[in-house]
């Protein structure tokens, strides 16, 4: 059985810091694309961030490029969501998902899913 776990996340301060951590157990996320996404209330989910399955190629949406950085950690099958500078407008609920898809692109649609790990971003 399939799961994925996110870890990390909080309330802050505008500015501050946080870590999210994407931990999955019985696949190899070393071998899956994997993507984080968010929906904040009253809001569409949107992608934030992936990264590929073949070459590990990094996506960033747009509100986020240069604060946010994803990574992996294959020792540990973890994806990890570096996010930094953080602003209001990242409140939401974070997910991470995992795709089967073998290829330097970020799939459109993803097998497993997280449960959700709020992130709050408030003065």
């Known amino acids: 059985q399939v799961q994925v776990v996110e870890s990390g996340g909080g309330s802050v301060q505008p500015g501050e810091s946080l870590r999210l951590s994407c931990t999955a157990s019985g696949i190899n996320l070393d071998k899956y694309a994997v993507g984080w996404f968010r929906q904040a209330p009253g809001k569409e989910r949107e992608r934030v961030s992936c990264t590929s399955a073949y070459d590990h190629t990094p996506y960033y949406v747009t509100s986020v490029r240069g604060r946010f950085t994803i990574s992996r950690d294959n020792a540990n099958n973890t994806v990890y969501l570096q996010m930094n500078s953080l602003k209001p407008e990242d409140t939401a609920v974070y997910y991470c998902?995992?795709?089967?898809?073998?290829?330097?692109?970020?799939?459109?649609?993803?097998?497993?899913w997280g449960q959700g790990i709020q992130v709050t971003v408030s003065s």
């Open positions: 998902a995992a795709d089967s898809s073998f290829g330097s692109h970020c799939p459109p649609e993803y097998d497993y």
